[in-house]
């Protein structure tokens, strides 16, 4: 049975930082696109960060330069490292593997930015 657990969620003050952990079981992960999303109160699902299996990276625009997605294929761990939160980046974090037509959701860890 598949699984993506994500850890690491938490309260922060602004401009702080939190590095998620999204543990996989169950699935041949250093084959797996891995993904990072959150989900705001009232909005909807956004993407965040990509890294592929050959460890290419993508971000959007909203995280450049402030989110580092990583991986480590030897204890099948996604991280993503958030420095210099803003209260906008409150929300439901959630990890995301797919490879072809397959695709697998953790079930989020929250992430809090206030003071």
């Known amino acids: 049975q598949v699984q993506l657990v994500e850890s690491g969620g938490g309260l922060v003050q602004p401009g702080g930082s939190l590095r998620l952990s999204c543990a996989a079981s169950?699935?041949?992960?250093?084959?797996?696109?891995m993904n990072w999303y959150r989900q705001a109160p009232g909005k909807q699902r956004e993407w965040l960060a990509t890294?592929?299996?050959?460890?290419?990276?993508n971000y959007a625009d909203s995280v450049k330069g402030r989110f580092t997605i990583s991986r480590d294929n030897a204890i099948n761990t996604v991280y993503l490292q958030m420095n210099s939160l803003k209260a906008e980046d409150t929300a439901v974090y959630y990890c995301?593997?797919?490879?072809?037509?397959?695709?697998?959701w953790g079930q989020g860890t929250q992430v809090t930015v206030s003071s």
């Open positions: 890294i592929t299996s050959g460890d290419t990276t």
């Open positions: 169950g699935m041949i992960f250093r084959l797996f696109t």
């Open positions: 995301r593997g797919w490879l072809g037509t397959v695709n697998y």
